[in-house]
C-alpha cells in the first residue's frame, strides 16, 4: 500500500506565496512521474504541474511563471512552490504519483487534498 500525504496549504492573501509538498510512503519500489491538480467548487480537476524523476517539469498555462514544482527523490516528496497568488487559484491541490510496489507494476496513487485559499 502507498499513501500520499500532503501539507502546506491554507489561507493567503493575493500575490502571497504558499510551499505544499506531498511525501509518500509505503511499499515503494520506484516513483515515476510525480504532479499536482486542482479542483475548485463545482469544476474538474485540472493538471497543475509534473516533474519526471530526472526533474523535468510541465505547467498548466495558467500558473506558468508563477508556480514552481520540484522534487526531492532521497525523500519521495514532490513540492508546489506557489507565488503571486490569485484567488483564481483556490482550489483542493491533490498530489499524485506514478509507483511501483512490491506488486511489480505501476499504478497512481492520489493524497486527500489540500485547500488552498486566496482572499482579501
Known amino acids: 500500500q502507498v499513501q500520499l500525504v500532503e501539507s502546506g496549504g491554507g489561507l493567503v492573501q493575493p500575490g502571497g506565496s504558499l510551499r505544499l509538498s506531498c511525501a509518500a510512503s509505503?511499499?515503494?519500489?520506484?516513483?515515476?512521474?510525480m504532479g499536482w491538480y486542482r479542483q475548485a467548487p463545482g469544476k474538474q480537476r485540472d493538471l497543475v504541474a509534473t516533474?519526471?524523476?530526472?526533474?523535468?517539469?510541465n505547467y498548466a498555462d495558467a500558473v506558468k511563471g508563477r508556480f514552481t514544482a520540484s522534487r526531492d527523490n532521497a525523500k519521495n516528496t514532490v513540492f508546489l512552490q506557489m507565488d503571486s497568488l490569485k484567488p483564481e487559484d483556490t482550489a483542493v491541490y491533490y498530489c499524485?504519483?506514478?509507483?511501483?510496489?512490491?506488486?511489480?507494476?505501476?499504478?497512481?496513487?492520489w493524497g486527500q487534498g489540500t485547500q488552498v485559499t486566496v482572499s482579501s
Open positions: 499524485n504519483a506514478v509507483v511501483t510496489t512490491d506488486f511489480g507494476f505501476p499504478n497512481t496513487y
Open positions: 509505503g511499499s515503494i519500489i520506484d516513483i515515476g512521474a
Open positions: 516533474v519526471t524523476r530526472g526533474g523535468r517539469t
